[in-house]
């Protein structure tokens, strides 16, 4: 697993990203927590962005988790705030619920959940390469007429935050029918059995559920849900951004991040109980 780490402190953060991006989406938001005296860790999953792809390996979320335990030991990283996006979210949720020693806090923004994964941009790229099957087969940039809308749809305004430029560097490791064929792959790993599989109600690690207002990819019930089952959690919603939010305000994200790393979400040594959760609502720069 290629990882790419950030400052040095006594405060671990892992930062996982989600389907089909890279460690690449938290190059902002790494820098700035390295600046509030954090070590960051950003891991591309397994498969995805430099790390190994072998074509006969699990990339399913357990496989996942799995992985990123061992990679957490070879980095010599005890325990850590694990903070996922979407897919990278779903992974956290099973280390946490798997290895609970690992993970201190969560941090899980637009995180697929229930039965919303495999979700909407995973459904929607299958209907994209029925419809573009022959112009992808022909086609030398391999999968960026599927990847290159679901993108632009994962943005709020994707003229501004994903210009072609930037886009080219998030399709870079799906060129060529190579590529496609990977980005296939990674899709068929997303089992909804898996996600079923995580026992939520057990995770003890104190979790905010963060929701981007206008990710589409993600039904807005997921993120209430998730508050009510984990036992100890908390919801942020960022009306004005989509799923893509570290890439979209990693300027907020870093801040919450370090704000929640930094807090107690406990009383006397007691969890906070779900009556007492608090939802806020982030609009620009006023909490």
Do not use: C, K
């Amino acid at each position: 697993m290629h990882v790419e780490r950030y400052g040095h402190g006594s405060s671990a953060i892992v930062l996982l990203h989600g389907f089909p991006t890279s460690a690449f989406l938290w190059r902002d938001v790494g820098v700035r927590l390295a600046r509030q005296r954090h070590v960051v860790y950003a891991p591309d999953l397994f498969g995805y962005g430099e790390s190994d792809r072998p074509f006969d390996a699990d990339f399913g979320v357990a496989a996942q988790a799995e992985y990123l335990d061992r990679a957490l030991t070879q980095l010599r990283v005890q325990q850590a705030t694990v903070v996922g996006v979407d897919l990278g979210g779903t992974v956290a949720l099973r280390l946490a619920a798997t290895r609970p020693e690992r993970v201190s806090r969560l941090v899980l923004i637009n995180a697929g959940a229930f039965d919303e994964l495999p979700g909407r941009d995973v459904r929607a790229l299958e209907g994209l390469a029925v419809r573009h099957s022959l112009r992808i087969a022909r086609s030398v940039t391999g999968a960026a007429p599927l990847l290159g809308r679901l993108l632009e749809r994962s943005v709020a305004n994707p003229g501004e935050t994903m210009p072609a430029r930037l886009m080219g560097r998030y399709l870079a490791p799906f060129v060529g029918q190579e590529g496609v064929a990977h980005l296939y792959a990674l899709a068929r790993a997303i089992r909804s059995a898996e996600v079923e599989e995580i026992a939520l109600e057990e995770i003890a690690a104190p979790a905010l559920v963060v929701r981007s207002q206008l990710d589409e990819w993600l039904d807005e019930t997921v993120a209430e849900r998730l508050v009510q089952v984990l036992p100890n959690a908390r919801l942020l919603r960022v009306p004005s951004a989509a799923r893509l939010l570290p890439e979209e305000r990693p300027e907020l994200v870093a801040e919450f991040i370090h704000d929640f790393d930094a807090e107690s979400m406990q009383e006397n040594g007691e969890p906070v109980p779900n009556e007492a959760v608090q939802e806020v609502e982030v609009d620009g720069d006023t909490r």
